[in-house]
């Protein structure tokens, strides 16, 4: 691959994990920009990058960058986006895609007209065994699906003292739980499954009613005492799914589980055999069979399916994680840039896809009736 010049605009934690992939990809961080000119420019020299950037119009006007990470709070991700594909930037943009189904909507029309490439890290594709199991389902041997059923649980705002601008709606947008990480795994299961949601029933509940006003901003520890907010978006939400084939399935969210600090957990029932993920366990993937016969799947370079086999860069009992999903999906992107047509990578697209998704759960939750997706 050519060796591409990028820009990351943003500077937190998953700012940082942009950078790693990137360089570990075989591309050079040319800037970085930041909510400030002050805080770009320690940045750039703590990551020891050429240029801090003034602000996203300074990024798309330098003619070395051709692909530009935004990584900024939700509200920000569509004028970012749009500037950096209206001056021929490639784009990996955070999700989710935009805070509303329109934005998402004209970003989706605007990358597809432009010929770019522009993708959105629906990065727990890339771990070894999910892709085992969307082999197997797509293989048949599962047989016809029964059921599909899940969770995705943290806990880092169950104590009151902390906040975050997630919280907020007008920087995350309207939905906080089910669009930051319900839309994973809806994203995930149906890329799985094969099969697309098209109805939904949702709940959503706000448990912490109010939170520090002076807390915690980040992934960190919490703040105590002082004034407090009151909060309008949910701690918790559940849904029911019917897809395309008929198929029930069930999610809960939520980021207040004590003790639940990234369980995304699904299983896939069919009539020939079950699949089960745990992403606190990604090296494994249970297979349930009938007659009450257990299988466990681990992953590794030396069986299963090509795209299991492709992704397990390191050997059995070397675990793989998070960081090497990351590493892949942007490893991807700058393939697909490259020219190369690489399996499974999630796009403005499948962004649209998430955000239609989050837009009817959402209603669905205010009418507390069944909603049709498509």
Same mark, same amino acid.
Request: glycine share 8%; net charge negative; with cysteine.
């Given at each position: 691959?050519?060796? +591409?010049?990028?820009?990351?605009? *943003?500077?937190?934690?998953?700012?940082?994990?942009?950078?790693?992939?990137?360089? +570990?990809? &075989?591309?050079? =961080?040319?800037?970085?920009?930041?909510?400030?000119?002050?805080?770009?420019?320690?940045?750039?020299?703590?990551?020891?990058?050429?240029?801090?950037?003034?602000?996203?119009?300074?990024?798309? #006007?330098?003619?070395?960058?051709?692909?530009?990470?935004?990584?900024?709070?939700?509200?920000?991700?569509?004028?970012? #986006?749009?500037?950096?594909?209206?001056?021929?930037?490639? =784009?990996?943009?955070?999700?989710? +895609?935009?805070?509303t189904l329109d934005d998402a909507q004209a970003l989706a029309s605007l990358a597809a007209s432009s010929g770019l490439v522009a993708t959105v890290p629906f990065v727990y594709r890339y771990h070894p065994v999910v892709r085992e199991a969307r082999a197997r389902i797509a293989a048949g041997d599962l047989g016809p699906l029964h059921l599909i059923h899940g969770s995705y649980l943290q806990d880092w705002l169950l104590d009151p003292a902390s906040n975050n601008w997630r919280v907020d709606p007008v920087l995350g947008g309207t939905s906080r739980v089910f669009a930051d990480i319900g839309s994973h795994w809806c994203d995930l299961v149906e890329w799985v499954s094969g099969e697309r949601f098209t109805e939904v029933s949702a709940a959503f509940a706000t448990v912490i009613a109010e939170r520090s006003a002076e807390g915690a901003q980040s992934f960190s520890t919490p703040a105590a005492g002082g004034a407090t907010q009151a909060v309008s978006s949910e701690d918790v939400a559940m849904a029911m799914f019917r897809t395309s084939a008929g198929t029930l399935a069930s999610l809960t969210v939520s980021q207040v589980s004590a003790g639940r600090h990234n369980r995304l957990w699904f299983e896939i029932d069919g009539a020939k055999a079950s699949v089960a993920f745990n992403q606190e366990d990604p090296e494994r993937l249970w297979i349930g069979r009938p007659?009450?016969?257990?299988?466990?799947? =681990?992953? &590794?370079?030396? #069986? *299963?399916?090509?795209?299991?086999?492709?992704?397990?860069?390191?050997?059995? *009992?070397?675990?793989?994680?998070?960081?090497?999903?990351?590493?892949?999906?942007?490893?991807?992107?700058?393939?697909?840039?490259? &020219?190369?047509?690489?399996? *499974?990578?999630?796009?403005?697209?499948? &962004? +649209?896809?998430?955000?239609?998704?989050?837009?009817? =759960?959402?209603?669905?939750?205010?009418?507390?009736?069944?909603?049709?997706?498509?």
């Amino acid at each position: 691959m050519r060796k +591409l010049e990028i820009a990351i605009v *943003g500077t937190g934690m998953i700012a940082a994990v942009h950078r790693r992939a990137a360089l +570990l990809a &075989g591309a050079e =961080v040319r800037g970085v920009a930041a909510s400030s000119p002050q805080r770009a420019q320690a940045v750039a020299q703590a990551w020891n990058v050429p240029r801090a950037y003034r602000d996203i119009d300074e990024v798309v #006007a330098d003619p070395q960058v051709q692909v530009v990470h935004v990584c900024t709070p939700n509200h920000l991700h569509r004028p970012m #986006a749009q500037a950096a594909l209206e001056a021929g930037k490639h =784009v990996i943009c955070e999700k989710p +895609l935009a805070t509303t189904l329109d934005d998402a909507q004209a970003l989706a029309s605007l990358a597809a007209s432009s010929g770019l490439v522009a993708t959105v890290p629906f990065v727990y594709r890339y771990h070894p065994v999910v892709r085992e199991a969307r082999a197997r389902i797509a293989a048949g041997d599962l047989g016809p699906l029964h059921l599909i059923h899940g969770s995705y649980l943290q806990d880092w705002l169950l104590d009151p003292a902390s906040n975050n601008w997630r919280v907020d709606p007008v920087l995350g947008g309207t939905s906080r739980v089910f669009a930051d990480i319900g839309s994973h795994w809806c994203d995930l299961v149906e890329w799985v499954s094969g099969e697309r949601f098209t109805e939904v029933s949702a709940a959503f509940a706000t448990v912490i009613a109010e939170r520090s006003a002076e807390g915690a901003q980040s992934f960190s520890t919490p703040a105590a005492g002082g004034a407090t907010q009151a909060v309008s978006s949910e701690d918790v939400a559940m849904a029911m799914f019917r897809t395309s084939a008929g198929t029930l399935a069930s999610l809960t969210v939520s980021q207040v589980s004590a003790g639940r600090h990234n369980r995304l957990w699904f299983e896939i029932d069919g009539a020939k055999a079950s699949v089960a993920f745990n992403q606190e366990d990604p090296e494994r993937l249970w297979i349930g069979r009938p007659d009450q016969r257990e299988e466990t799947f =681990v992953r &590794g370079p030396g #069986a *299963g399916s090509a795209e299991q086999r492709r992704l397990s860069t390191l050997p059995p *009992g070397h675990a793989q994680g998070y960081a090497q999903c990351f590493e892949a999906f942007v490893a991807d992107t700058y393939r697909a840039i490259d &020219g190369e047509t690489p399996q *499974g990578l999630p796009t403005f697209e499948d &962004g +649209l896809r998430s955000a239609r998704i989050v837009d009817r =759960v959402i209603a669905s939750a205010r009418s507390r009736a069944w909603t049709t997706l498509e």
